[in-house]
């Protein structure tokens, strides 16, 4: 089955801990995303991945970073600095060059306590 | 950076009337996109559209592109229970440039 995977679906941390949210993909996309929804909100683009090892920083990228060592995976770590950082994350992907569908994986809700 | 307006915020309707949602832009969009969220899953691809004026149609679904290409609009027909969730539209202003805009959301109850 192709698709896109988020693990785990709930998350609870400590504040003032780091955290990683993954994201895996075989669907051979080129172009991995990562967004942020509050409640009754629309989704806010936080780091998005064109390539391999090359990723720029979306709309709210401050307390977050990324990696993109592989095709398929593009890793999230929600850091301290991150103010406010319980939320609903959305991962997706999409070929790239020129094709705009993002395909989305089922998120992950991370609640620091 | 853009924003999508997107209307209604929400709607009530009962099984089986029609429904319209539209997406507005004070700048010009290439693509536009349409997703449906249920609560607490990912949003899922409903309708792409790549051509100004181009009308697409997945089912009951049909959306639009607009002719000035700062708007989209999406019609459901004859609405079943499972419609119930939040519709987004999405955009994209830029060749080149895979990032998406989304609107705020639709948010669509069937009134029993």
């Known amino acids: 089955d192709g698709g896109i995977t988020q693990s785990p679906k709930y998350l609870f941390r400590k504040e003032g801990q780091n955290v990683t949210l993954s994201c895996e993909q075989n669907l051979n996309h080129d172009a991995m995303y990562w967004y942020r929804q509050d409640p009754g909100q629309g989704l806010r683009l936080i780091y998005y991945s064109q390539i391999v090892n090359d990723f720029q920083k979306g709309d709210i990228a401050e307390g977050y970073s990324v990696s993109r060592e592989k095709k398929e995976s593009f890793p999230l770590t929600v850091t301290s600095a991150q103010k406010n950082p319980t939320a609903f994350y959305l991962c997706a992907s999409s070929m790239g060059q020129g094709l705009h569908e993002q395909f989305f994986g089922p998120g992950t809700r991370l609640t620091v306590l | 950076g853009q924003q999508l307006n997107q209307s209604p915020q929400s709607m009530f309707i009962q099984e089986g009337e029609d429904v319209s949602m539209n997406c507005t832009s004070s700048s010009i969009f290439n693509t536009w996109l349409w997703y449906k969220q249920d609560p607490g899953e990912g949003p899922v691809l409903l309708i792409a559209?790549?051509?100004?004026?181009e009308l697409t149609s997945n089912g009951r679904l049909t959306a639009q592109f607009g002719i000035t290409r700062k708007d989209s609009f999406l019609n459901i027909s004859a609405s079943i229970p499972s419609d119930v969730g939040i519709y987004f539209c999405?955009?994209?202003?830029?060749?080149?440039?895979?990032?998406?805009?989304f609107g705020t959301g639709t948010r669509l109850t069937i009134i029993p």
């Open positions: 559209l790549y051509k100004a004026g």
């Open positions: 999405a955009g994209v202003a830029n060749f080149g440039n895979e990032k998406l805009t």
